[in-house]
C-alpha cells in the first residue's frame, strides 16, 4: 500500500517492503544484486558441512597472542596517531614497508606512487570509479574473481571475458578480442587479470606470455589491472615476477595484505602511475577520508617487529599440505569425466565436471549432503560456467577436506547416473553476476 506526498509516491510502510524504493534507485543499482546461492551458504556454514566453498584465510595459523600485544602496545604507545585521522594516502612509513613486500616480485616503486586502501577490494572499487562510464568495456579472464565482477557490473561495466587455460590468458584470444571490440568502436577502459594462482582457478600466467600479454595491451594502449593478493603464496620456488615489474607505466598493481597476514585488517594497497595516483587519493578521500590509522599502523608494527617472512612460509606450508590433500582424493575418488587444474600456489582448484551436468544444479544436493563449493557461473558475466565448481583448500583440515571430496563424488555419481537415465540433470537459471558473502570471495 502507498500513498500519495508533495514529493510523488511515498511508501506508507517504508522498511517492511524490501522493493519500497525500488523506483527511485540509481541506473547503477541494478547491477547491485545478491547471489541466490548466498541462502544455501547460510546452511553450508553449519559445522557438520565441509565447506570447499569459502576463500576465508586459515587466520588460526597467526601467532595471535604476539598479534594481541601488539595491538595493545599500539594503543598504550602511540595512541594518539594510532587513533587520529590519517592522510587519504596512508601511513608514508607503511608505504615504504609495502614497496619492501613488492620487493619480493621484481618491483622497484617508491612509496610515492602507492595508496594504502581498505583491502584490494576498495581498490578495485575505486580505479573502476574513476575509469568506467555505463558501457565501458572491462576485459576480464574466463572466469574470473566474482568480487571484480561485481564492482564492475555496480558501475555498469561491460565485461567481455577472455579466454584462459592452465597457463592463464590466451594471447590470440587477448589480441583478437581486443581487434574486434576496437574495430566495432567499443571502448576498453583495461584488462582486469589476476595473474598468479588466479581465483578462481588456480592457474597462473606463464613467464613468455607475461610477456605477451604486456606487449598486446602496451600495442593497443590498454593499461592493466594486475590483483595480486596470492603471489607470496607459491607452493615451490621464488615468488613470479609481477606483470608492473616490466612496465611501471602500463600496470596499476594491487596488492593486499589479507592472505599473508590477516583480512582483518582490511588493508591493501595501489601501486599506480603517477597520474592514476592523484585520483586514487581523491577518490579514496571521497569515500572513507582516510583509512583507518589504527590498523595501517598495527600492520606496520608487525612488519617491523615480526618475522613476516617466515609466516609466509608458514601458510604456504599449510596450504600446500591442504593443496595435496584435495588433489590426492580428487584422484583418488573423482568419478571419469571429471577434471581439474593443478594449483603451485593459492586458494583455488576449479573443476570441470562431465557434459550434462551443472554445478548450479548440484549444488543443493551436495549441501543436503553435507559438503558445499562455489558453482561456476558466479565467475562469468555471460552466463558460462556452468559446467564447473570452485573448491577452496585454504580453510577446513586436510582430514575434512578429504571428507568432503567423498561426500562431493557420490553426489557427482548420483548426478551421472540421473543425467543417463533422464537425458539431464536439472537445468537452473544462469542469469546476472552472483555478488558473494564476503567469506566467499
Ligand atoms: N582480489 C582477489 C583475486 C581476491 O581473491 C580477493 C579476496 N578474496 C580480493 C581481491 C579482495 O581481498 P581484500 O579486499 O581482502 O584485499
Redesign the pocket.
Known sequence: MTQESDHGRMPATQGSRIDAYVDRYAARATGMVASEIRALFSVASRPEVVSLAG?MPYVTALPLDVVGELVSDLVAKRGPVALQYGSGQGDPHLREQICEVMRLEGIESGPDDVVVT?????A?DLITRIFIDPGDVVLAEGPS?V??LGTFSAYQAKVVHIAMDDEGIIPESLAQTIYALQTAGSRIKFLYT?PTFQ?PAGVTLSVARRRQVLEICQRAGILIIE?N??GLLGFDGDPMRALRADNADGVVY?G?F?KTLA?GF?V?WALAPHAIREKLVLAMESAVLSHSSFTQLAVGQYLATQPWREQIKTFRELYRERRDALLDALEAVMPAGCTWTRPRGGFFVWMTLPEGLDSKAILPRAVSERVAFVPGTGFFTDGGGARHMRLSYCYPEPDRIREGVRRLARVIEQEMRLRDTFGTSSAPDHGGVDTPGPDL?
Open positions: 576463500g581498505v583491502g584490494s577490494q576498495q578495485l574473481y568480487g571484480a589476476v581465483n590483483d593478493p596470492y594491487l593486499s589479507s583480512p582490511r591493501g570471495a
